[in-house]
């Protein structure tokens, strides 16, 4: 649900990355923590175990700038990948606006990430959005390691809708600000759609 | 309910918001009330904001909230009216309002739990009434208005988007 604040002429959006665990949601936020301008950023907030495994859920907000006089604002969420943190990670989709779904390319994931994928559209429904009407991209990471999976087979396993998609090594930023940017952009032509 | 797919204020709606939240704030006798919608998003905050950091605790107690009505429905509770966290220096009151929104008062010492129990209770139902009104709008729901593009949103261009990447 995006907030439109006339009184300010801000627009705020809530962006979800969501994967399967260790496929780098939270390597995808540090990044971009890392990247951009102090005074457009706030606190990158990491609710996470010990281990550094996202608990939670990781929370960064940005103002990407001014666009027709809005101000527009983007919180972006991680959800916790474990199997087992499932009712945290339905909780995060609450209101969100626009999902970045993070694949793990490695052979050895592939099962996670269709299973993400599952479990990701039934708490999309179960929170009253249509997974197919959802703005959606697909962020392929890990390209860098040795036994990745062809970009043909994951688009044909994980995205058979042919949804814009991006290959990315996170922690070296390869892919991350064109997924991010691909993302905001569906977000904000849907609110004008649908505004 | 119809489903609400947009929240949008405006000017009036604000300050009618802040007007019932500084009057909150004072009756309470609190630091600070905030308003947050249950996406984590900050909808008005009054009262001591200023070294608070009020981006981060929209998102944390909506996850706090999202959280602990999880709870109560695993318990067969629709969801915790109230949820009270008390420090040493610092008490915190979640409620929720009219299932949409989240009000958050910080008080301390000074602010006695049931008065401010009381006027949360008191002002909810302004509150309330106050989003029952907003939400009921066209525009809040899906497709069936321009407002965006009437204030000269519409037809956003590559260019405007090269602009919002560009600064970083
Ligand atoms: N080689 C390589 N390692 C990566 C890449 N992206 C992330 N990693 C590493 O994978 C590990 C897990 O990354 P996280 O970002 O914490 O994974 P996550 O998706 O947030 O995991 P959960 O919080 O458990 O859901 C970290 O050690 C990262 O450095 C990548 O593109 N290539
Ligand atoms: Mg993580």
Redesign the pocket.
């Known amino acids: 649900m995006s907030f439109i604040n006339y009184a300010a002429r801000e627009i705020n959006c809530k962006l979800v990355y969501y994967?399967p665990?260790?496929?780098?949601?939270?390597?995808n936020l540090q990044f971009i923590y890392k990247k951009v301008d102090p005074a457009t950023k706030g606190k990158l907030i990491s609710l996470a175990t010990e281990t550094?495994?996202?608990l939670f859920f990781d929370f960064l907000p940005l103002e990407l700038g001014t666009v027709r006089g809005f101000k527009t604002r983007f919180h972006l969420y991680?959800v916790?990948?474990?199997i087992f943190y499932e009712a945290s990670r339905k909780l995060i989709l609450k209101g969100v606006d626009g999902v970045v779904f993070?694949a793990d390319s490695q052979l050895e994931r592939m099962e996670a990430n269709i299973q993400s994928i599952e479990d990701m559209n039934i708490h999309l429904k179960e929170q009253g959005i249509d997974p197919v009407k959802i703005a959606l991209v697909m962020q392929y990471?890990?390209?860098?390691?040795p036994n990745i999976v062809p970009i043909d087979e994951l688009q044909k396993a994980l995205n058979p809708r042919n949804l814009e998609w991006f290959e990315?090594?996170?922690?070296d930023g390869i892919g991350v600000f064109e997924t991010l940017k691909a993302i905001a952009k569906i977000v904000l032509q849907e609110l004008q759609k649908k505004t | 309910m119809r489903p609400i797919t947009n929240l949008i204020i405006y000017e009036d709606d604000l300050s009618r918001i802040v007007a019932c939240l500084n009057m909150l704030n004072r009756k309470a006798r609190s630091r600070a009330v905030l308003l947050i919608d249950k996406s984590g998003q900050l909808i008005a905050c009054t009262g001591e904001t200023d070294g608070l950091d009020v981006t981060s605790l929209g998102s944390l107690a909506a996850g706090h909230t999202a959280a602990a009505g999880a709870l109560a429905q695993l318990l067969g509770d629709e969801e915790f009216v109230f949820v009270f966290h008390e420090g040493e220096r610092n008490h915190l009151h979640f409620s929720i309002i009219g299932g949409r929104v989240i009000l958050m008062i910080v008080a301390d010492q000074g602010s006695p739990v049931g008065l401010v129990r009381l006027y949360i209770k008191k002002f909810s139902r302004d509150i309330d009434e106050i989003f029952q009104e907003l939400t009921g709008r066209p525009e809040s729901v899906s497709g069936e208005g321009r407002f965006l593009s009437e204030s000269g949103f519409g037809d956003l261009t590559d260019d405007d988007f090269e602009q919002l990447f560009n600064r970083r």
């Open positions: 994967g665990g260790l496929c780098g949601k939270t390597t550094e495994r996202t991680t916790p990948g474990q993070v990471n890990k390209r860098d390691l990315a090594v996170a922690p």
